[in-house]
């Protein structure tokens, strides 16, 4: 289930970014001037936090690593088959970000975006997989009991 997750949210994430790198030559309205797309060539991560490059790509690395791991060790675990997919969703969700994100900041120094809500940040689809992720752990966690 991790890697038919993680196969399928890395084409979504490619497929995305590459249809806003050909279509999105001008700013397009979704919500008016609340949310809307348009293509930016990010340099730094979340929030426009800026890091040396040098530290993403080893922070990048290791946080993949981290990840397999600890997803590993959870699922080995986890005896319910229900919750067994569940976690393999989420990790493939967020592999699947730490993975693509760091090969274009590896190929480009630079990641695409393209999704852009007023008074909060620009993003890609990738970078929505950390929120589906953190909330599939939430619940999880909470339904582990």
Known sequence: MLYITLII?????FITKYLATIYLKEKVSLVGDFVYLQLTYNPWIAFGIKV???LLKIWTLALIIWIYYYYRGELQQEKNPKKQNTLSFAFGLILAWA??????RVLNERVID??????????NLADS???IWALLLIYYYYNKK
């Open 99 to 104: 993975i693509w994100n760091g090969f274009e």
């Open 52 to 54: 040396p490059f040098w």
């Open 129 to 131: 997989f950390i929120s």
């Open 114 to 123: 393209f999704v852009w809500v007023q008074y909060f940040s620009i993003f």
């Open 9 to 13: 949210w890395l084409l979504l994430d």
